[in-house]
């Protein structure tokens, strides 16, 4: 199986190829949010880099949430447009997830980004040393740091943290033993953790078509946050009516 992944959550855009799990091609490109101007780009000298047309990939994968609003939809359009164009299957990747499957030692890993506002967009794993499919100990979705507390006292040991929101939770919880000093290369996202996870659904018979593919912000937007706000302050009291 050829596999295509894209990881555009976050403020880094990267690109993987994969063949029967075997990583043929990846690239990552730091410079912003600017994925809708080099995400095409990064497509297309992918494909070429390897000999390979779009109508080559059998599975497009690509993250669905949580991170930026505007990086999940980029990366999402960019892979049901190839999808529809192309019949091939899809795979809605947790952002948090990947990130998991990118982790080889034997842990329980926290991926954490961060989502402003004091928290964290988090959800956990257990990761096994054989390489096997991380298992979920935390469901995805905005926490306020304090409230990971009791999950990072209380988790089997040793505990990583991965993900832009890494060194947030490092800081907060270093002291706590068994915590893993957090390193920069944690903090990165990878295409190849996209295309691991879409591979693993895939061979559960887990596959969507282009049409099926929606994001998971996991959070309303501050546009909708703001209207909600409006609402609210126009409403008039019970005891007015």
Same mark, same amino acid.
């Given at each position: ?17 994969? +063949? ?60 049901? @447009? ?47 040393? +054989?390489? @096997? ?55 990165? @996202?990878?295409?190849? @953790? ?13 596959? +969507? ?33």
């Amino acid at each position: 199986m050829i596999c295509f992944g894209i990881e555009s959550a976050g403020k880094t855009a990267s690109v993987a190829i994969m +063949q029967d799990g075997s990583v043929l091609y990846e690239a990552t490109l730091r410079t912003g949010f600017t994925h809708s101007e080099s995400l095409l780009e990064m497509v297309d000298t992918a494909l070429k880099a390897v000999r390979l047309t779009a109508k080559d990939v059998q599975l497009w994968a690509v993250c669905a949430g949580p991170g930026s609003f505007t990086g999940l939809r980029i990366g999402l359009a960019v892979v049901k @447009g190839l999808a529809m164009a192309t019949g091939a299957d899809c795979v809605a990747v947790s952002t948090l997830e990947a990130r998991a499957w990118t982790v080889s030692a034997a842990s329980t890993v926290l991926a954490a980004l961060d989502a402003r506002r004091g928290q964290v967009y988090a959800g956990a794993f257990a990761v096994d040393a +054989q390489g @096997g499919c991380p298992q979920r100990l935390l469901a995805d979705g905005a926490y306020p740091l304090e409230n990971l507390a009791d999950f990072v006292a209380d988790c089997k040991k040793p505990l990583v943290f991965v993900g832009d929101g890494a060194e947030m939770c490092y800081n907060g919880f270093k002291q706590v033993e068994g915590v893993v000093q957090w390193h920069s290369f944690l903090s990165e @996202g990878t295409a190849v @953790g996209v295309c691991l996870a879409a591979m693993h659904s895939a061979q559960q018979g887990q596959v +969507q078509t282009g049409e099926q593919l929606r994001p998971c912000y996991h959070r309303l937007s501050q546009a909708e946050r703001e209207r909600m706000q409006r609402l609210k302050d126009q409403s008039v009291p019970s005891e007015q009516i």
